[in-house]
Nanobody, 125 residues
């Protein structure tokens, strides 16, 4: 069983930065793509960013391009999300997810089979 544990969320002022981490259990971390999603109150969970198993390919939703950076350290079984220039509309619970072996379309929620419990990010104006 794979476990994903997020950390690094918190309260920050607009324009500030946070770095989220997601630590994965198991010895096959480097064999799977990983992603971050977020869910704001009253809204559906949405794709934020994804990274290929080697880290060489990255995907971002348009609203975070140029502000957020996804990365991974396969030696540490950890994926990161560096968030800069945060805006109030970035407020949400952020979840990391592990891609299925058949990973195809990065932004589709059904392409992921393991999820963390989420970490709250709140950006004040």
């Amino acid at each position: 069983q794979v476990q994903l544990v997020e950390s690094g969320g918190g309260l920050v002022q607009a324009g500030g930065s946070l770095r989220l981490s997601c630590a994965a259990s198991g010895r096959t971390f480097s064999s799977y793509g990983m992603a971050w999603f977020r869910q704001a109150p009253g809204k559906e969970r949405e794709f934020v960013a994804a990274i290929s198993k080697s880290g060489g390919i990255k995907y971002y939703v348009d609203s975070v391009k140029g502000r957020f950076t996804i990365s991974r350290d396969n030696a540490k079984n950890t994926v990161y999300l560096q968030m800069n220039s945060l805006k109030p509309e970035d407020t949400a619970v952020y979840y990391c997810a592990r891609a299925k072996e058949t990973w195809g379309t990065a932004y589709r929620i059904d392409e992921y089979d393991y999820w963390g419990q989420g970490t709250q990010v709140t950006v004040s104006s």
